[in-house]
């Protein structure tokens, strides 16, 4: 009896293993990347990537007579990772589905979506010359809802104190704030992405006397299908894009293209053996010689470390040439702008991934958002370098990249040496003559600062005058004029993180309120309503913004041109001396201004200025810009 009792339990034991050998076995599903697709859409098939447990071999079926195709398998060596192709039937209906993933071991249902367009008018409409654009960090614009600062998912990244902290600033705050965007003069707003970030404190990223740091920048994504839940939601962002959008301002969406945050998942299990430049034990780090990727003599060799190499030793580095990925990150941007109704993409890191994926990426996003234009990211003051990534020609390489416009960096370092510092503003002018080398200069962006260098006002000689100088020049010149926020109160800052000060007025216990007129300091108000103005102007005067761009003075502290569209001129002078200076000089080759008149400066600083047969005599006061037209 007691043998029979034992080859019972015995018997058990084998069964309860057999059962726990056979449920670890069984496939599982924790991701789905995209999540949702549309019918007729120019990317079709979708690739569709899987993350889970126990895929090895797996097969996906589709739901029967609904129209979505499954083939083209793939899968990781260890099970984790499922890519497949979706082929969606032309006007497939919109809905809920369910795949199922079959292995020899059972099945799951992995759910998908077939979503419903977003209706094309107000939307994926591009910016131009005609917008003036705000830049803003969410984090530390405006802090809308208080219930978000400290989520229960990532507890304790939340700290005003800490530079490096998340400070509450979120989504909300920033529908909040549209009205005062709208009175500023702003047509666009790009906001620092928006991806999932870590949800942990980041021991990687450190520095000196700061042990670790969060992700309230957005540039280290841990999900690239999720907004971070310090700023909000998916509908959150919608209602963000749709109240400016109702507004009339448009919206800009910060990508990247180029790495993830070092927290992802896939940073120690990549989807495929070949998905990052090297692996978190052996990789190169970047070198930041983004000039070779214009060197017709470089090699890959040379090359290496500016195109595989991860940033700050720690950000994994996607390996673009790998097809997968290719597809990923081509789909995942398109994905972002059909679910929103972006307006335009602004690209991070764009000289540190191959020439040859962007040629592609662009061209899938026109063909699928002809009017969406694309911003780069190309931080050097080199204008052979800049131009080289322009679209409109092909390089030495064969590529023509696709990228619409970058932010005219080379054009910033002049205006900081020469507005800030007090140098020559011939140098603006010699900047300003290397145009030809652009495919089209017109359409580049322009800017005085943004989150990667100290403020304008932080530099050293750096003069409320001199800021206001420098934003009547990118206010009146070709390209389109970019805002930081706080440019319109002279806020300060020097290195990361002190230039992504907290905006005063946008947090709950701030003791003051720079929103409002009220809440400005003298010096606040004055630039204020000067970039208003400034905004005011180049509304009203169609050559401020498309017209063709006349130099007609260039000395070494004093510079004038012409912007001349049709029948209108307007005329821009500067005298950058600390000294009032006397300005001559022709103006008869302008139709406009070619006899007598009289002209009126529209910034209300200079007295009008008699022009006599053609030419211009007056003293200009020092430190000083006019917009001057025909009275």
């Not at 894009?241 to 990549?270: C, E, F, M, R, S």
């Amino acid at each position: 009896m007691k043998n029979k009792l034992h080859y019972f339990i015995f018997l058990l034991l084998i069964a309860y293993c057999s059962s726990l050998t056979a449920n670890a076995q069984t496939p599982t599903v924790e991701k789905i990347d995209p999540p949702n697709w549309w019918a007729n859409m120019t990317v079709n098939p979708v690739r569709v990537l899987i993350r889970g447990k126990n895929l090895s071999g797996a097969n996906v079926l589709s739901p029967m007579n609904s129209g979505l195709k499954t083939y083209n398998f793939r899968h990781s060596e260890n099970g984790h990772y499922l890519f497949f192709d979706v082929e969606i039937v032309p006007n497939t209906k919109a809905g809920k589905y369910n795949f199922k993933v079959e292995t020899r071991n059972g099945f799951v249902n992995a759910p998908f979506e077939i979503s419903q367009k977003m209706p094309r008018q107000n939307r994926f409409q591009g910016y131009t010359p005609d917008d003036v654009i705000y830049f803003l960090m969410p984090d530390r614009f405006a802090d809308g809802d208080q219930s978000n600062n400290d989520p229960p998912k990532s507890k304790g990244l939340y700290d005003r104190s800490k530079g490096r902290h998340y400070h509450g600033g979120d989504l909300q705050g920033v529908i909040d704030k549209l009205p005062y965007l709208k009175s500023l003069g702003v047509t666009a707003i790009w906001t620092t992405p928006v991806y999932d970030n870590n949800d942990q404190l980041d021991t990687k990223e450190v520095y000196e006397g700061v042990p670790a740091t969060t992700g309230y920048h957005g540039y280290g994504a841990i999900d690239m299908y999720a907004v971070d839940e310090h700023l909000g939601t998916f509908a959150k962002l919608r209602e963000l894009i749709d109240k400016a959008h109702a507004l009339g301002l448009k919206v800009i969406q910060d990508q990247v293209a180029n790495h993830t945050g070092p927290y992802h998942v896939w940073a120690n299990d990549p989807p495929t053996p070949t998905w990052w430049n090297g692996t978190v034990e052996n990789h190169v780090s970047n070198n930041w010689q983004k000039w070779t990727a214009m060197n017709p003599r470089a090699t890959y060799q040379t090359q290496k470390r500016n195109i595989d190499g991860w940033f700050i030793d720690i950000l994994p580095d996607f390996n673009q040439d790998d097809p997968e990925v290719e597809k990923y990150l081509i789909q995942n941007s398109i994905w972002w702008l059909e679910m929103n109704g972006f307006d335009a993409i602004r690209m991070d890191t764009l000289p540190h991934v191959p020439r040859t994926f962007w040629q592609k990426w662009g061209g899938a996003i026109k063909r699928e958002y002809p009017n969406v234009n694309i911003l780069g990211e190309l931080y050097d003051g080199d204008p052979a370098l800049i131009s080289y990534f322009q679209t409109g020609r092909r390089g030495h390489d064969g590529i023509d990249t696709q990228i619409d416009t970058l932010y005219d960096f080379a054009l910033f370092y002049s205006i900081r040496n020469a507005f800030a510092q007090g140098k020559n503003i011939r140098e603006v002018s010699q900047m300003f003559a290397k145009d030809w080398l652009y495919p089209n200069p017109s359409v580049l962006t322009t800017f005085l600062g943004v989150h990667d260098m100290p403020r304008f006002m932080n530099e050293e000689g750096a003069t409320v005058e001199g800021l206001k100088m420098a934003q009547t020049l990118i206010m009146t010149s070709r390209g389109t004029p970019l805002l930081y926020y706080g440019d319109e109160l002279a806020m300060r800052g020097g290195s990361d993180p002190d230039n992504r000060r907290d905006f005063p007025g946008g947090f709950p216990s701030d003791t003051r309120n720079a929103f409002t007129n009220s809440g400005r300091t003298a010096e606040e108000k004055d630039v204020w309503n000067h970039l208003a103005l400034l905004g005011k102007l180049r509304r009203e005067l169609e050559p401020l913004r498309n017209g063709k761009s006349i130099d007609l003075l260039d000395e070494e502290q004093q510079m004038a041109y012409a912007r001349v569209k049709e029948n209108q001129a307007v005329l821009t002078i500067f005298n950058n001396d600390t000294n009032a200076a006397n300005v001559q000089f022709d103006v008869s080759m302008i139709k406009q201004f070619s006899g007598n008149a009289t002209l009126n400066d529209r910034l209300e600083k200079v007295k009008d200025v008699k022009i006599e047969n053609g030419k211009i005599k007056f003293s200009m006061p020092a430190r000083t810009a006019g917009i001057f037209t025909i009275k």
